[in-house]
């Protein structure tokens, strides 16, 4: 199964990098298990988004900048709104990343 490596850049991707890393570095795993390691959180975190997330958020915002590069969407938001069901929240700028899930199958 093709994974995208968008997950690596957000927060909990970060500190598993960081932490192999310094694994790596201290000696206590080899860098090809690193990379393993990665490579399952790709596939994990695909998976789980996929199969586990249900619910449906909608976002109002003043579109900054848009652009489609490989097949990857980025939008720019300001002054955006998250609403739910549950809730609503408002945050000044976020950044969000798209691709295409049937590209995972080729």
Known sequence: MATFE?????????????TLDEMVQNGTVSP?????VLVQFDKSMTDALEKQVKSKVTIKGHLHTYRFCDNVW?????????????????????????????????
Do not use: P
Not at 32 to 36: F, G, P, T
Not at 79 to 96: L, P, S, Y
């Open 32 to 36: 090809e298990l690193a990379i393993q």
């Open 74 to 106: 980025t939008f720019i938001l300001h002054n955006a709104t998250f609403k739910n069901d549950e809730f609503q929240d408002a945050v000044g700028q976020v950044k969000i990343v798209a691709c295409d899930s049937k590209l995972l199958t080729q």
């Open 6 to 18: 968008l997950y690596r850049r957000s927060t909990i991707g970060m500190c598993l990098t960081e």
